[in-house]
């Protein structure tokens, strides 16, 4: 696999992927930044923010299940995008099952932080977005659905 051949760019505002999205594939951002939210209704809510060298998309990957989350390039971004074909080529079966576990467990806590939130304790945490950012965001998510 070479490694030209799976690279993406992406402009400010671009949607990778939706939250119950079937694409399977794993990306590693080498330049910008990425926002990860979920959306409830309208409102749209940050979980974490992705960087250079960050990976995203290793659920779908593994469990071939559907996407857990948006994914928002928030500055313009390069990506390279590992299609799910390439897990039998690169990984030992082993490792793709112990892979497939520790997804399923992953996928769980994300349910049970979803529906019944977190407490965090002097723990930073990832700052909520203005109304005005939020519908900026639920207008980009979901305008094509």
């Known amino acids: ?9 992406v402009e400010k505002d671009q949607v990778i992927c939706r939250e119950g ?20 209704d309208h409102m749209v809510t940050p979980l974490a923010y992705l960087s250079e060298g960050d990976y995203f998309g290793e659920f779908s990957f593994f469990d071939n299940q559907t996407r857990s989350a948006d994914v928002i390039s928030v500055e313009p971004t390069v ?11 690169q990984f030992p079966f082993w490792l793709i099952h112990a892979s497939k576990s520790l997804t399923a467990k992953l996928r769980l806590y994300n349910e049970v932080i979803k529906s019944k939130g977190i407490k965090k ?18 207008q980009i998510i979901s305008k094509d659905e």
């Open 21 to 40: 999205d079937l694409t399977r594939d794993l990306y590693k951002i080498i330049s910008g930044k990425l926002m990860i939210c979920s959306r409830k």
């Open 79 to 89: 990506l390279i995008k590992i299609p799910q074909a390439q897990l039998k080529k």
């Open 1 to 9: 696999m070479q490694e030209q051949d799976f690279t993406l760019k």
């Open 121 to 138: 304790k002097n723990v930073e945490s990832v700052k909520a977005l203005s109304i005005e950012e939020q519908r900026h965001y639920y």
